[in-house]
């Protein structure tokens, strides 16, 4: 009986190691990959396509979850090839649902490349937290949810928050972008030949596209596979297989006459290959760490990582940080964890029914 304790601290100190984890992983995750897209796209030399990168990076992902996939089954090549029969050829109505998603996926995905171009990190990764107001409003029309009064002012401070931000930028023309064209000299003059002109109002139309698609895509998700018994790295088996034609089509739709001219990978380095896969890995990474990290991690891990795309921008961009921008961001960041909390979970530790319905919303979102 003595013994008995010694595994059970052992278990808790785990699972709180698990979760500064999680914050730490999904901190990085979340700024890092806003801050690269900015440079890969502004920065001197050829550019590369970023219709061909989304596409890399679904091949990247689909390579992880089959590695994952066959690791569940034991390395065992037969299981491995008859759970994939049984998932996807064998179930077509449930693989078809998938359908929707992929589309939606790669178009977003396209959007935030598009959206990196135009606006600095910063703004950026400020903006693409209204995703939060659109999952919730089609939470509210497809799913019938019911919010509550705290997460309504919290979708009321986000888009004040959102607002402010656009507007400093606009009255200070726009940070880094301007800062760049202003510089002069040969760097400048390179970036400007090889990069997109800078277009705000670009940028923002396309960041405010990705975050419809997202909440859309979530939400039609979460309605169509609730309750499937299927793993997280088999869902995203499906997802990566229909998302690959979609993205071949998109590249060559968007992109085809560069494609012939210049070649698939035209504009390709260590960089853009680690790009790739920082955005292929990102989603898996949030599937495997929301199993730790409740909301009030998850809005942490978003403040702090939109506190450093803030704070790297001035360094490396130039950003031009301004007091109606901090008031903006500090709104948003307000807003997460209003939205997040969850009066609820004071009264008593959620069931594991709970638990796996609350993971399951979020995976999707990938």
Known sequence: MLLLPAPISYRTVNTNTL?????????????ILGLSMRYARTRPGEIFLSSTAVLMAEFAKLI?????????????????????????????VDT????????????Q???LYVSASHLDAATYQVTYQLKILTTAMFAVVILRRK???????????????????????????GGSSDSTSSSGG???????????????????????????????????????????EISVWMRNVQLSLLSIPFGLLTCFVNDGSRIFEHGFFHGYDFFVWYLVLLQA????????????????LKGFATSLAIIISCVASIYIFDFNLTLQFSFGAALVIASIFMYGYDPSARSGP???????????KLLPRV
């Not at 992880?64 to 994939?84: I, P």
């Not at 009064?149 to 200070?172: D, E, K, S």
């Not at 940028?203 to 309605?223: D, H, P, Q, R, T």
């Open 186 to 228: 040969n760097d400048a003059a390179s970036s400007s030949s090889s990069g997109p002109e800078q277009n705000r109002m670009l940028g923002l139309w396309a960041a405010l596209g990705a975050c419809f698609l997202s909440g859309f895509a979530g939400i039609y998700f979460e309605k169509i596979l609730k309750g499937a």
């Open 64 to 92: 992880t979850c089959l590695f994952l996939v066959f690791n569940e089954e034991g390395k065992d090549a037969q299981k491995f090839v008859r759970s994939l029969h049984k998932t996807i050829i064998a179930n077509p």
């Open 147 to 173: 919010l509550l009064t705290t997460q309504w002012g919290a979708l009321l401070l986000l888009v004040m928050g959102i607002v402010l931000v656009q507007l400093a930028q606009t009255v200070t023309g």
């Open 19 to 31: 979760k500064y984890i999680s914050l730490l992983t999904l901190t990085l995750q979340n700024a």
């Open 281 to 296: 890995g990102g989603g898996l990474i949030v599937a495997v760490v929301v199993k730790y990290a409740d909301n009030i």
């Open 109 to 111: 995905n396209n959007l």
């Open 350 to 360: 959620k069931t594991t029914a709970q638990t796996a319905s609350d993971e399951e």
């Open 96 to 107: 078809l649902k998938v359908c929707v998603p992929s589309l939606v996926y790669i178009v």
